[in-house]
């Protein structure tokens, strides 16, 4: 019997819409190699385990969260666990998902093996890292100028960029009362934020 693989977890979010087209479950794994300045997740970059859950828990937790249009891998650097991901895309496949990845990679560094086990899962995949100096506001998906948006399917080629009126930045109230700020929000909301949670 196969064991089933475990994926280093940074954090979830049930419901999402701006990590992705439509209503997505948003994952954000542990760990990443890159260490981009000015990133948005550096308390992802560490590789010591956070939270260790086998793929079949994940892949149950993202079928609580209710009717989804997909699921998209964040972090940290999800072709980091390339692997377990794979597994967990292949599962989600089955339910017709939309699924989609950030990666700091470019796409030709995506091409071993173990990683493209995760990329031919994917519809949609944003590549490169960021780059603090070509920071641009109002680019759907994207931190800075040189990330790429690659629509790898026919799943949304129809998708329409409109780059400066896409809604950028959600800010979700936990059950505990605190604030998770996801997306691509101009600089000031993350401090102001910081300010609210007393951090």
């Known amino acids: 019997m196969d064991t089933d693989p475990v994926i280093n977890v940074a954090r979830w979010l049930p419901r999402s819409s701006v990590n992705g ?27 010591a385990a956070n939270r260790l859950m086998a793929v079949s ?3 149950n937790l993202i079928g609580e969260s209710g009717p989804i249009d ?19 895309a292949k599962r989600l496949k089955r339910d017709n998902v939309s699924l989609m990845a950030f990666t700091g990679f470019e796409l030709d ?33 994207r931190g800075s100028s ?3 948006v690659h ?27 605190s604030t998770i700020l996801t997306g691509f929000p101009c600089p000031d909301l993350r401090r102001k934020l910081q300010t609210l949670n007393g951090e």
Do not use: Y
């Open 57 to 59: 828990e994940v892949f």
């Open 70 to 88: 997909g699921v998209t891998f964040s972090g940290g650097e999800p072709f980091a666990q390339a692997q377990s991901l794979a597994v967990l």
């Open 109 to 141: 560094e995506l091409m071993d093996t173990e990683r493209r086990q995760l990329l031919d899962m994917l519809d949609i995949v944003v590549t490169g890292r960021f780059k603090r100096a070509a920071r641009v506001e109002g680019l759907t998906w």
């Open 21 to 47: 087209p439509g209503e997505r479950f948003v994952l954000w794994v542990q760990g990443c190699p890159l260490h981009c300045p000015g990133c948005w997740n550096p308390e992802t970059w560490s590789f």
């Open 146 to 148: 040189n990330q790429v």
């Open 151 to 177: 629509l790898l399917t026919s799943r949304h080629r129809g998708i329409q960029f409109q780059d400066a009126q896409e809604k950028r930045a959600e800010v979700v109230i936990s059950e505990s009362g």
